[in-house]
């Protein structure tokens, strides 16, 4: 079952803030005690010279998202559980959580729609901070989901040239109307 659905099943959603760097461990205890949970994760590559490490991090650090009922009316959800949940949010307007939180799902299950958001679409100008072309401003020609790359086209020195580059490399130039 995709997170769309399980968003759609619950009637209203809150926000559990947790103790520093426990969401996933909140979320798997949740989960097991049979409450409905969201935890939004985006994947971050880091490389040094010899290693490359790819971790899932909490789109919202320090929150985890879950039924309201079914979490205040579970008596499976273990107390070492409850030891690290520090608040329970509830939203003014349930609907737009919802909504909001759909949108955020339906974002992070399509990773062309990922990129455009988070780099923009083809067309549009990004800078490279990192690698070989570090500080260049290039124009987006293609996303490639797949594999986490951009291929830009870079103008240099007059000349034009068309490099695939990783997406960790990129950020969105901030274009001055």
């Known amino acids: 079952m995709d997170e769309s659905t399980i968003i759609d099943e619950v009637g209203r959603w809150a926000a559990l803030r947790t103790a520093a ?4 461990a909140v979320t798997e205890q949740l989960a097991a005690a049979g409450v409905p949970v969201f935890l939004p994760l985006l ?3 880091s490389r040094t010279k010899s290693k490359t490490q790819t971790a899932q991090l909490p789109v919202f650090p320090g929150y985890v998202f879950c039924g309201e009922r079914e979490y205040r009316d579970s ?3 273990p107390p070492s559980c409850r030891k690290l949940i520090a608040q329970l949010l509830r939203a ?3 609907d737009q959580l919802k909504d909001e939180l759909r949108s955020v799902a339906d974002l992070l299950a399509n990773r062309q729609l990922l990129q455009e958001r988070v780099y923009g679409v083809i067309g549009d100008t990004v800078r490279i901070v990192g690698g070989p072309l570090a500080g260049s401003l290039g124009t987006i020609l293609r996303l490639k989901p797949g594999t986490r790359r951009v291929l830009i086209e870079v103008s240099f020195l007059g000349a034009r040239m068309e490099a695939t580059v990783e997406e960790r490399l990129l950020e969105k130039a901030v274009s001055i109307a």
């Open 21 to 24: 760097r426990w969401e996933k």
């Open 43 to 45: 994947t971050r590559v």
């Open 75 to 77: 008596t499976r959800v």
């Open 92 to 94: 003014p307007d349930p």
